[in-house]
């Protein structure tokens, strides 16, 4: 198994990656003649976390995600110092990402959409965000058992958790910016000082992450033993 340190940097990568191009995607959207709209956000979502789970996969194992790590603690696929140590480089990674968009993306462009940071329709109350950031994350991490830390599952890289993404984005985007991620949030948040609604994106995929662990560990994977 690689070092802490070499599985640490590769979450730390990983997740910038995701949250660096997924707030690009956000911020273009606002830009003059480079709109194109949830669909083009939802797929730059998916395609970068496929290519960056693909990428850790074999060294951190690609949670790129504090729930999903939490989520694989909860079934015992990860150690409680590791899991402590992958969530600090992730939301690092998330910061550093949103820092570097702020830097390198027109100001007056990004800062109309608070640097990407996921917020709640006004339709959408705090409590039905949470549960919908649940449902999503559910979804989301049921992709992660299914492909993923399932011994016998076609070996077709973070493709298939990536790909989950884009119905999920195009789904839940216009209602909570299906975040389904601590790190995806807390980052641009942290750079644009936007904290409204925070625990949401936190409680909800949280939840929603443990449940479907432990529904593929107990129910779907009952006979798996060997850990991610």
């Given at each position: 198994m690689?070092?802490?340190v ?17 707030v ?66 992730q ?26 940071t ?52 195009m ?15 807390f ?42």
């Open positions: 690689p070092s802490i070499r599985r640490a940097l590769a979450e730390m990568y990983g997740t910038f990656a995701l949250v660096f191009f997924g690009g995607a956000v911020v273009m959207e606002s830009f003059p003649n480079a709109r194109g709209g949830l669909l083009a956000i939802a797929l730059v979502h998916a395609f970068v976390l496929s290519v960056s789970i693909s990428a850790t996969m074999a060294i951190s194992g690609g949670h790129l995600n504090p729930a999903v790590t939490l989520a694989l603690l909860s079934v015992r696929r990860i150690g409680i110092v590791d899991a402590l140590v992958y969530i600090g480089s939301l690092a990674g998330g910061v550093l990402a949103a820092f570097a968009a702020s830097k390198l993306l027109p100001a007056g462009v990004g800062d109309i959409v608070a640097w990407g996921p917020m709640l329709n006004s339709q959408v109350t705090q409590s039905q965000g949470m549960v919908l950031e649940a449902v999503l994350t559910f979804f989301l991490v049921s992709a992660v058992m299914g492909t993923v830390a399932a011994t016998d599952a076609p070996r077709i890289g973070g493709f298939g958790i990536g790909l989950s993404l884009f119905f999920l984005i789904v839940g985007g216009p209602l909570t910016g299906a975040a389904m991620n601590p790190a995806r949030a980052g641009p948040a942290t750079v644009s000082g936007v904290f409204s609604g925070q625990i949401v994106y936190w409680i909800g995929p949280i939840i929603g992450a443990i449940v479907a662990a432990q529904f593929w560990q107990r129910v779907l994977l009952k006979e798996e033993t060997v850990p991610v």
